[in-house]
DNA sequence: ATAAGAATGCTAAGAATTTAGCATTTTGAG
DNA sequence: CTCAAAATGCTAAATTCTTAGCATTCTTAT
């Protein structure tokens, strides 16, 4: 399943040094979930810093209808639960588990504990803060200015970073709509553009990038 | 003109002691800026953080089309530069000013030894940021699950929370238009639909809120 | 080899939005 | 008071997107 978010990827830990990944070792609970299982649901009030230390966490919200959508995926080294600690708020979405998944969790006082101890902590905290909200921002220029076509090329081409197999993109259509917000009907629409326009190819489960440069000098032309 | 992210505010400067504030002083240079004045455009290379001691500043994009896009607009106290201290990024919008306008500024060099000097800035800026970024988070939520009359009856709820007149805000629909990112006719139209319910009455550049708690009622309701 | 499940492709009707243009109403300056 | 500018209201055609449903193609487990 695609991230949303999770763009350039920007994980906490990328940004601690040695010593400050000892500290939120030291201060951390490490807590295993099985894939599929609820870390907690919108509304919750249970403040605290955690990050992911292997697997992955889905977050999105449900709405009154059931339709349920996705906000991010969050990998190894990302945080999050920042906006209980600095923000006061309950969490913002539901946030489950994918795949087998471990997370360290620090607990509001302890928390506190560690920011006076490891001034780096902070620091650490805004760059991966600060990235986020960057890319936030980004994406919803891109919502509202960019057609689908174009969003969706962005989205296999930020995929592409990231695969396994070069010029290629293990990805199903419905994950892909799910993940931009729109129907499949829409997405397979814009993937099939894309594809008349010769710089996709359009597989059983997957994409494929005939060239990573053709794609990207393509979206460059769209996005100004 | 409303504001997009500036939701409840957030600004830095109130999450900063006195002493920090003194400490922000002494390190910045002030810059004065007529209404309309450009700060910087977008993919400038000037890293530093900027607050707004008075006035305002609009951010945007204007795209290959020349089409504007409003992404936020700050008042006083708040701050702005992060991504290109904290994300070395290059100016991600274009910034002017709004009404004569004085801005805090501090170059990179200058911003790193107080954040030295100063624990609490790294507070204060997480702070800051972390609403922001979970602001952006809702208001994309808000984008891709509420139909436009909602959207639009919260903006205006928003607007009514900063109004000077109790129970009207002041606003143009062109504004809000741009504002929410659709054309004007789609929020004439969300508008007339708002007013049929009776939770607004439209006037010639205000609107009216018969009952703000009615509001946030018909508000609540529909975004689960 | 085959059947079941997964994924894609396609269609059609309807809803939401956009652009473009023009008529009408309201305001405020002179 | 009058008139120009600003703002709203309205219309119509074109576009995009959605939902719903079904046919077809591809994959994989048995």
Same mark, same amino acid.
């Given at each position: 399943?695609?991230?949303? /978010?999770?763009?350039?990827?920007?994980?906490?830990?990328?940004?601690?040094?040695?010593?400050?990944?000892?500290?939120?070792? !030291?201060?951390? +609970?490490?807590?295993?979930?099985?894939?599929? *299982?609820?870390?907690?649901?919108?509304?919750?009030?249970?403040?605290?810093?955690?990050?992911?230390?292997?697997?992955?966490?889905?977050?999105?919200?449900?709405?009154?209808?059931?339709?349920?959508?996705?906000?991010? /995926?969050?990998? !190894?080294?990302?945080?999050? @639960?920042?906006? +209980?600690?600095?923000?006061?708020?309950?969490?913002?979405?539901? *946030?489950?588990?994918?795949?087998?998944?471990?997370?360290?969790?620090?607990?509001?006082?302890?928390?506190?504990?560690?920011?006076?101890?490891?001034?780096?902590?902070?620091?650490?905290?805004?760059?991966?803060?600060?990235?986020?909200?960057?890319?936030?921002?980004?994406?919803?220029?891109?919502?509202?200015?960019?057609? /689908?076509?174009?969003? +969706?090329?962005?989205?296999?081409?930020?995929?592409?970073?990231?695969?396994?197999?070069?010029?290629?993109?293990?990805?199903?259509? *419905?994950? &892909?709509?799910?993940?931009?917000?729109?129907?499949?009907?829409?997405?397979?629409?814009?993937?099939?553009?894309?594809?008349?326009?010769?710089? &996709?190819? /359009?597989?059983? @489960?997957?994409?494929?990038?005939?060239?990573?440069?053709?794609?990207?000098?393509?979206? *460059?032309?769209?996005? !100004?």
């Amino acid at each position: 399943m695609p991230d949303l /978010l999770d763009f350039g990827g920007a994980p906490l830990m990328e940004f601690a040094s040695g010593r400050l990944r000892r500290g939120i070792r !030291a201060a951390a +609970t490490a807590v295993r979930y099985q894939d599929g *299982a609820v870390l907690h649901a919108h509304g919750d009030d249970k403040p605290g810093l955690s990050i992911v230390r292997s697997g992955a966490v889905r977050f999105g919200l449900v709405d009154a209808d059931g339709t349920y959508i996705a906000t991010s /995926l969050l990998g !190894a080294g990302h945080c999050f @639960g920042e906006a +209980t600690l600095f923000a006061g708020r309950a969490r913002t979405h539901d *946030a489950v588990a994918v795949g087998e998944t471990i997370i360290e969790q620090i607990d509001k006082a302890r928390f506190d504990r560690l920011l006076d101890q490891e001034p780096d902590l902070a620091r650490a905290l805004l760059k991966a803060t600060t990235r986020r909200l960057y890319s936030a921002l980004d994406f919803m220029d891109d919502l509202r200015r960019l057609p /689908l076509p174009v969003r +969706t090329a962005k989205l296999v081409a930020l995929m592409a970073n990231s695969a396994e197999q070069d010029g290629s993109v293990a990805c199903n259509q *419905a994950d &892909l709509a799910f993940t931009l917000g729109v129907s499949r009907v829409s997405v397979g629409k814009a993937l099939g553009d894309l594809q008349k326009e010769g710089i &996709l190819k /359009l597989g059983y @489960g997957k994409i494929d990038i005939p060239s990573r440069a053709r794609l990207h000098e393509w979206i *460059a032309d769209r996005s !100004a």
